[in-house]
């Protein structure tokens, strides 16, 4: 789509001007010695906690649970909807 953009001359000027820095901003970047460069990374690991069962914080059964859950829609606890999906 870009391509088929229509530019006047006074346009096309500014941007042949714009190319050029650009083009030789790269080639400076390009030409940047840079040596060999050695880091110590850390050592990636994967932390994982053991899967136990434990009480449940609100009141220490389901049925707490559920009480305590401000809306239901039959057998469902209810949440306000996070996730907007934009076509």
């Known amino acids: 789509m870009l391509s088929r953009l229509k530019l006047t001359a006074e346009e096309m000027a500014a941007l042949e001007k714009d190319f050029a820095s650009i083009l030789a901003y790269v080639g400076q970047v390009s030409a940047a010695a840079v040596g060999e460069v050695e880091e110590e990374l850390p050592a990636v ?27 239901r829609d039959g057998d469902y606890l209810a949440v306000r909807k996070v996730i907007n999906k934009k076509k």
């Open 45 to 71: 690991r994967n932390v994982m906690r053991n899967d136990v069962a434990t009480v449940c914080a609100v009141g220490g059964s389901r049925e707490a649970l559920v009480g305590a859950f401000p809306r």
